[in-house]
């Protein structure tokens, strides 16, 4: 073999593993980390800030079905979605953020916070009889009104708590409704004396029974002028909702410290989640 021949393929091997030892891309990389067990225990290569390698595909068991969905991603950021389940289906979706130096690493891993109160709520209320609903109405008629208001709530702590495939599914099997309440907001005076530091509530100056549709408040926006916040549920700052933004260039940018989501649907209308 010529001395040629030899230094060729020394470079091509050279180059080979140069490749090889590049940083995934965002969507690979978090593929690798929850299924390639053996990837997985090198994960502190692929951490920063807060996040030290948990969870991955060593936290999960054997049954556990994950799909995986781009969010977002820009040169330094990503966020990517995972949705984790169980043999039976159930589960959760969470939200890897990632963030670019010279290699892409995981920054921070998210879901919606703070959901055993409701998980524990929603239980006791699924246990009640037709019965004890009714005495629950008459002792504490504050919190449900009526039958009809009962298992509305019931069904707006169920799509909290749903995955994102199935609050999304609410929307579409709702999308005239949800127009027409949008086209409405549109025709709605501003009470600029409701106004906060962040958004203006607009639930009493509409005349649409939005509860119907699972909707707990309806507000402005605090992140772009037009724009409409129709929140779901969740606890304190950890919520769930459907955002209208008929600019898209006005979309909120994703943080790990905030707003930990956000998905599109179509026409200007997103799902989202904060922490």
Same mark, same amino acid.
């Given at each position: ?41 090198? #994960? ?8 030290? %390698?948990?969870?991955? $595909? ?15 991603? /820009? ?13 039976? &289906?159930? %589960?959760?979706? $969470? ?20 959901? %055993? ?21 008459? +002792? ?12 509305? +709530?019931?069904? *707006? ?25 949008? *086209?409405?907001?549109? !025709? ?12 203006? *509530?607009?639930?009493?100056?509409? @005349? #649409?029974?939005? @509860? @119907? ?7 402005? /926006?605090? !992140?772009?002028? &037009? ?5 779901? %549920? &969740? ?5 769930? &909702? ?34």
């Amino acid at each position: 073999m010529s001395k040629n021949l030899i230094a060729l393929i020394l470079i091509f091997m050279t180059t080979c593993v140069v490749v090889n030892a590049q940083a995934s891309e965002p969507l690979e990389l978090v593929q690798k980390v929850f299924t390639d067990k053996k990837f997985a225990k090198r #994960t502190n290569k692929y951490s920063t800030g807060e996040y030290k %390698g948990h969870p991955n $595909a060593n936290d999960l068991s054997k049954d556990t079905k994950l799909y995986f969905r781009i969010l977002d991603e /820009s040169e330094s950021t990503a966020v990517i979605n995972v949705t984790i389940l169980d043999s039976h &289906g159930n %589960g959760f979706d $969470a939200y890897t953020h990632l963030k670019k130096d010279k290699d892409w690493k995981i920054e921070a891993f998210r879901a919606l916070a703070m959901t %055993g109160l409701m998980e524990k709520a929603l239980l006791e209320m699924e246990k009640l009889t037709e019965e004890q609903i009714a005495t629950l109405i008459q +002792q504490d008629n504050e919190s449900f009104k009526s039958k009809e208001d009962f298992y509305q +709530q019931l069904e *707006n702590i169920k799509l909290t708590l749903a995955l994102d495939d199935t609050i999304i599914e609410h929307f579409e099997k709702n999308r005239e409704k949800f127009e027409e309440l949008k *086209n409405e907001l549109q !025709n709605t005076k501003v009470d600029k004396k409701e106004q906060s530091y962040r958004k203006i *509530n607009l639930g009493k100056q509409i @005349k #649409t029974d939005y @509860k @119907k549709l699972l909707i707990n408040t309806i507000s402005t /926006s605090y !992140n772009c002028e &037009g724009c409409f916040e129709f929140l779901i %549920g &969740g606890m304190i700052d950890n919520t769930v &909702g459907y955002l209208y933004i008929p600019n898209e260039q006005n979309v909120p940018t994703l943080n790990p410290s905030r707003i930990i989501m956000i998905r599109k649907i179509g026409n200007g209308w997103y799902l989202f989640k904060t922490t």
